[in-house]
Every structure is written in structure tokens, then in C-alpha cells.
């Protein structure tokens, strides 16, 4: 049984930091793709981060330059910290894992980010 639980979301001061992790089991989570997902109230989920099988990083424009994804394969954890944050990036985040060739795509949870005075 495949599961994705995400981890280390709460309520932070604007320009605070926070580091969620996302532990996935019942997959071979080094051949795995994985990325962070958000969703604030009334909009739509959006990519924040992405890191493929090989550590390639790739990240939204919103992101680029706070955030950081990494992936410890031996954990079978990713990361996201996540610095100098605003109150717009308060949203409920995802963690997936994606094998694009089999067609397999895994969601977590979410945990809830709130960025607030």
C-alpha cells in the first residue's frame, strides 16, 4: 500500500522559515519524481518545487530564491524549506510522486502553511 505523508506545516511570522517533509512508503522512492503542490482558498493547486529521480530542482517563479527541495533517498523523504516567507504562500501543501512512465501519480495529505502576523 502506497502512502505519501506530508509533514512540518504551522502558522509562522511573515519572514519566518519553515521545513515540511513528506515521507513516502510501498514505492521505490529513488525512481520516483517528486514535487510540492499548493492550493490557498479559491484558487487552484500549483507546482512549487519539483525534483526528479536524478535531483534535478526545478521551482516556480514564487519560489525561486526561498525555497529549496532535496530528497533523501535513504529516508525516502523529500524536503521543502522554505525561507523569507509572505503571507501569500499561506495554502494547504502536497507532496506527490510521479513515475510518468507507468503512469503512476501518488498525493499526500497536504499540510496546512499559514504565514500570518
Known amino acids: 500500500q502506497v502512502q505519501v505523508v506530508e509533514s512540518g506545516g504551522g502558522l509562522v511570522q511573515p519572514g519566518g522559515s519553515l521545513r515540511l517533509s513528506c515521507e513516502a512508503s510501498?514505492?521505490?522512492?529513488?525512481?520516483?519524481?517528486m514535487g510540492w503542490y499548493r492550493q490557498a482558498p479559491g484558487k487552484q493547486r500549483e507546482l512549487v518545487a519539483r525534483?526528479?529521480?536524478?535531483?534535478?530542482?526545478a521551482y516556480a517563479d514564487s519560489a525561486k530564491g526561498r525555497f529549496t527541495i532535496s530528497r533523501d533517498n535513504a529516508k525516502n523523504t523529500v524536503y521543502l524549506q522554505m525561507n523569507m516567507l509572505k503571507p501569500e504562500d499561506t495554502a494547504v501543501y502536497y507532496c506527490?510522486?510521479?513515475?510518468?512512465?507507468?503512469?503512476?501519480?501518488?498525493w499526500g495529505q497536504g499540510t496546512q502553511v499559514t504565514v500570518s502576523k
Open positions: 525534483i526528479t529521480s536524478a535531483s534535478t530542482s
Open positions: 506527490n510522486a510521479k513515475r510518468l512512465p507507468f503512469n503512476l501519480n501518488y
Open positions: 510501498g514505492i521505490i522512492f529513488s525512481v520516483y519524481d
